[in-house]
């Protein structure tokens, strides 16, 4: 049986994916491999993603793919032949892995046929959304929030304040220009901002803050209006940003939560090798000796450019 809102521990049972993006800055490796599925130690990062949304209580994933990038859903079949052999085998650890990710959630696909911009992406994921669906996240599988509870965070200022809850980081006013960038007005609690604007990728000398969005959204369905409402913005791009800024100007609630844990961007290869290398420190079983290698590799660099 669906499940309801009602039923959503959190009032989320939509949490929608944007995983059309061309990949370029992975090239040449997403010349065949989606970027989603590029593994962070062992784990694709789309599964990372569907494991963050199971875990806020979410029923349905809402991947939005290009029509070049079917094995990004192929990765939550469930592989019967592979998971046979292994077992056959003794490999119980290797066949559980494999047949982990077509547990973890509902995935539902939404081709995008063109790459007209996130704005565009989220619009599409109305037709998925269930009548008593008044609200949704997105998730933007690039950036990685740890602790992955952010969401629950999100969830709970939304239950107080209504509307729309975004995340928010911190970052340098010369970084801006790569985000959508808020402008707030403080609240009785420290971690929480009211959003009264909202720019994407602005000059640095425009910049309303230095408050930034990372890619954890919670939507009131009202969004589908906006997005509506919206013509090509920043880099000729139909923007999420300018959807979120449009709401806000119709009165409605937009807050941030602000994250202060760690963050990773694995949308581009010097974001993505931090993660690695972050999550392999983790690991039980590759941990101890990553941080063997590392020291080694680290003297070794440091003697080779101790002359500069
Ligand atoms: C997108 C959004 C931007 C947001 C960023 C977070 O940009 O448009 O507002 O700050 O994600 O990662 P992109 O990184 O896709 O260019």
């Known amino acids: 049986m669906a499940t309801t809102c009602d039923e959503a521990p959190l009032g989320v049972k939509t949490v929608v994916v944007p995983a059309a993006g061309m990949g370029t800055r992975f090239l040449p490796a997403t010349k065949t491999v989606p970027k989603e599925l590029l593994p962070v130690v062992d784990t694709p990062g789309i599964e990372l993603i569907a494991e963050e949304a199971a875990s806020l209580g979410a029923a349905r994933l809402a991947i939005i793919t290009a029509p070049n990038k079917q094995e990004v859903m192929r990765h939550f ?17 290797q066949a559980a892995k494999v047949e982990r990710a077509a547990k973890i959630i509902k995935p539902v696909s939404i081709p995008q046929d ?5 704005g565009h992406a989220v619009g599409l994921a109305e037709s998925v959304l269930d009548d008593d669906e008044d609200c949704f996240a997105v998730m933007l599988p690039d950036d990685i929030v740890m602790p992955a509870t952010v969401l629950e965070d999100m969830a709970r200022v939304r239950r107080e304040l209504g509307g729309s809850v975004l995340c928010a980081v911190e970052v340098s ?26 720019v994407e990728k602005p000059e640095p000398k425009d910049a309303p803050s230095n408050l930034v969005a990372t890619g954890r959204y919670l939507l009131d369905r009202k969004i589908f209006d906006a997005l509506r409402k919206i013509t090509p913005g920043k880099g000729g791009e139909l923007q999420l940003t300018d959807a979120i800024d449009l709401l806000i100007d119709a009165g409605e609630p ?34 101890p ?20």
Do not use: W
């Open 173 to 198: 006013r010369e970084e801006t220009f790569n985000y959508g960038v808020f402008e707030v007005e403080d609240t009785d609690n420290d971690n929480v901002k009211k959003v009264v604007g909202m």
């Open 289 to 308: 000796a990553l941080y063997k290698s590392l020291k080694a590799i680290l003297a070794s660099y440091e003697a080779e450019h101790a002359a500069e």
């Open 77 to 93: 079949d469930e592989f019967p032949e592979l998971v046979a052999t292994l077992q056959s085998r003794g490999k119980d650890e």
């Open 254 to 287: 937009v807050h941030v939560v602000i994250h202060h844990g760690t963050r990773h961007d694995l949308g581009n290869p010097g974001g993505y090798i931090p993660a690695c290398v972050d999550f392999g420190l983790r690991s039980d079983k590759y941990g």
């Open 114 to 118: 063109k790459p007209l911009g996130l």
